[in-house]
C-alpha cells in the first residue's frame, strides 16, 4: 500500500512538472493567482473555441452548437458550483459540479473536482465524476483560457477551452483573428487540431433556449 501510494504521488508530481514546462513552452497566457479566481468568476463565460485528445471529447467538440460556464460560491469562499449549460447536436447538456482551489502546497491546478455531481443531456440526470483539474490562464479581461484534464469514462482526456466574456463573444471578426493563434497554442500542446469547436458568434445557449420553450 506504502508503495503505491508513492507511485501516485510521484505520478502527481510528475504531470504537474510537464504541464508547467508545456506552459512556458506554448507561450500560455499567464496563469491566473487562486486569490484572483473569485473576481474572474464573477463574469459568465461564452466557449468560443474549443481542443482535445481524446474519444469521447473530440466528439463533444465536433457536435457542440454552443457552451456557456459560470461559477458560483458554494459552501464557503474557496468552494464553488461550476454550472457548463452546452448545446449539442441541439440537445442541453448541463454539467453541475464543486469545484475548490486546492492547498498550494499540495497541488498547483487553478481548481479541482471537489465532489462528484450531475449530468443533464435531453432532460435525464445522471451522476458525473471526471476527477477533473483545471488549470485557469487570462490573457486579457475578456479572454480565459482553460486546461481541463481528467478521467472520462475511464479514459485519461484534456480539453482546451478558450473563452469570451459573455457580451464580448459576437464580434465575428475578432474570433476568427484568434483562431490561427488557438491552433498554434493546440498543436503545441498535443491536441487534435483536425477536429475542434468554434463559435459562430450567434448561437443560442442552452440557458436561453430553455426560456423561450417555456415561452412557446
Known amino acids: 500500500m506504502q508503495l503505491l501510494f508513492r507511485v501516485f504521488l510521484l505520478a502527481l508530481i510528475l504531470q504537474s512538472c510537464s504541464a ?19 473576481k ?8 468560443v473555441e474549443a481542443f482535445s485528445d481524446y474519444p469521447a471529447g473530440l466528439r463533444l467538440v465536433k457536435h457542440a452548437n454552443s457552451s456557456l460556464m459560470e461559477m458560483k460560491e458554494a459552501f464557503n469562499n474557496e468552494t464553488f458550483l461550476f454550472i457548463e449549460r452546452n448545446i449539442v447536436s441541439g440537445k442541453c447538456l448541463v454539467f453541475q ?5 486546492p492547498d498550494p502546497e499540495t497541488s498547483n491546478h487553478s481548481m479541482v473536482l471537489d465532489s462528484p455531481g450531475v449530468m443533464e443531456f435531453g432532460g ?10 483545471a488549470d485557469v490562464y487570462q490573457g486579457c479581461a ?8 481528467g478521467i472520462f469514462q475511464g479514459i485519461p482526456g484534456r480539453l482546451l477551452l478558450i473563452y469570451r466574456k459573455e457580451g464580448k463573444h459576437t464580434d465575428t471578426d475578432e474570433l476568427k483573428a484568434g483562431e490561427s493563434i488557438h491552433r498554434k497554442l493546440a498543436e503545441c500542446l498535443k491536441f487534435n487540431v483536425e477536429t475542434t469547436f468554434i463559435y459562430d458568434g450567434k448561437a443560442d445557449f442552452c440557458l436561453e433556449k430553455k426560456e423561450e420553450e417555456r415561452d412557446a
Not at 97 to 101: A, E, L, P, R, Y
Open 20 to 38: 508547467e514546462a508545456a506552459a512556458k513552452e506554448c507561450d500560455l497566457p499567464p496563469k491566473l493567482r487562486q486569490e484572483v479566481l473569485h
Open 40 to 47: 474572474v468568476f464573477e463574469s459568465r463565460w461564452v466557449l
Open 97 to 101: 459540479v464543486n469545484m475548490s482551489i
Open 124 to 133: 435525464l440526470v445522471s451522476p458525473y465524476n471526471d476527477q477533473g483539474r
Open 142 to 149: 475578456d479572454c480565459l483560457t482553460v486546461v481541463y484534464s
